[in-house]
């Protein structure tokens, strides 16, 4: 029986969970995936709140409390609800009608746990975007913080700009799964040609699942495709410590040779962030050397293919690697449902 309580707790960064509370939570969404433990939400109310498009992270924050007796009611922002505010002493005669001030508290109290997905980026990487170009400011997931101060239940993101917390902890169960025990196994983060630029959470959240693991880490991108850095430093210092490691490079052939899991992601470059049109003409060489095919995984050590989804077949990676032996895409996918059922048993309590 899991031990690990969060009810006092949000779950806004990958960073906010330890090393050892990352296994404990993987441990027990093994168990509840395996019937060894049996959550009981009756009468719990999750409130997600969405403000991009979703497929597994709504259904699986959905299927993870209903399955066991509880409910979900999810809002599309903007579209369900009124547009809301979050900056502090702002004079709200715009386009926004509510303040997280108001709608925080109120949410709270007619719900047990909220989950939020906001990234500006996530739909509309493209130079119409009309965003910040300043990723600095992106990082501070405004609206998410905001909200997280003036909620009374946890809080859970569901993807920002920064993270995506949720992927990640799926990631490290699927490895779990697929390796056992994956300390000092080789991981490599590819990068991936995309034709938007993609946000950066769930790279970010990929890497530290793997870090969290003590796995071998390789960044595999090209120059001007780094992940932030200082989120590079806190997957180092994690994985060192449990005698891993992470480096960043951009030779494709070294870095699939022995490898054990390739998980493959697009992202934006944070050199060109907001100068989409700048970043299309630079990597327009990148597009043919950087897919997942057959060949480059023909070079792991029978490595398992991770992909979080949607995925661009044929773009990012290759029917072959999909739909072939490597793949654990499917299995990433599902488990999104069992460690969401994990932090909600962390986070409510219930269960026998
Ligand atoms: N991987 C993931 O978060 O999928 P959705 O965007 O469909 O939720």
């Known amino acids: 029986m899991s031990t690990l309580d969060l009810s006092d707790r949000n779950l806004l960064s990958t960073l906010d969970l330890s090393v050892d509370e990352v296994r404990e939570v ?8 395996h019937g060894a433990h049996r959550p009981d939400f009756r009468g719990r109310v999750a409130a997600l709140l969405f403000f991009n498009p979703s497929v597994r992270t709504r259904l699986s ?30 004079v ?8 997280v001030r108001e709608l925080a508290p109120v949410i709270s109290r007619m719900s047990d746990v909220v989950g939020i997905r906001k990234s500006e980026l996530i739909t509309v990487g493209n130079a119409d975007a009309g965003v910040t170009s300043d990723y600095r400011e992106l990082k501070r997931d405004e609206f998410l913080h905001a909200f997280a101060e003036h909620a009374e239940v946890p809080v859970i993101n569901l993807e920002s700009n ?39 959470a769930t ?24 992940l932030d850095q200082e989120v590079v430093a806190a997957a180092r210092s994690r994985a060192e410590a449990l005698g891993g490691g992470v480096r960043e490079s951009d030779d494709v052939e070294a870095a699939y040779r022995g490898a054990h899991v390739v998980c493959a992601k697009a992202w934006g470059s944070l050199d060109y962030y907001g100068r989409f049109a700048e970043e299309a003409h ?18 792991t ?36 449902l069992w460690t969401a059922a994990a932090i909600y048993v962390a986070m409510l309590g219930g269960g026998r």
């Open 26 to 33: 993987v441990e027990l969404a093994l168990e509840i995936k």
């Open 61 to 90: 924050s959905e299927a993870a409390i209903s399955r066991f007796g509880g409910s979900a009611v999810a809002f599309h922002a903007g579209k369900d609800t009124w547009n809301f505010e979050c900056r502090d002493g702002v």
């Open 92 to 99: 709200m005669d715009g386009a926004t009608q509510e303040h």
């Open 162 to 200: 920064t993270w995506h917390p949720m992927q990640g902890l799926a990631d490290a169960m699927t490895m779990v799964e697929a390796l056992g025990d994956p300390r000092g196994r080789k991981y490599v983060l590819t990068w991936a040609w995309h034709p938007k630029s993609l946000p950066v």
């Open 203 to 226: 790279p970010h959240s990929q890497l530290l699942a793997a870090a969290d693991l003590g796995m071998d880490v390789t960044i595999l991108r090209p120059d001007g495709w780094s």
């Open 282 to 299: 630079a990597k327009r060489v990148l597009r043919e050397g950087w897919i997942v095919d057959a060949a480059k995984m023909a070079r």
């Open 301 to 336: 050590d029978g490595a398992r293919f991770l992909h979080c989804l949607p995925v661009r077949r044929n773009v990012v990676v290759a029917d072959a690697v999909l739909d072939g032996p490597w793949s654990a895409v499917k299995d990433e996918a599902e488990n999104r």
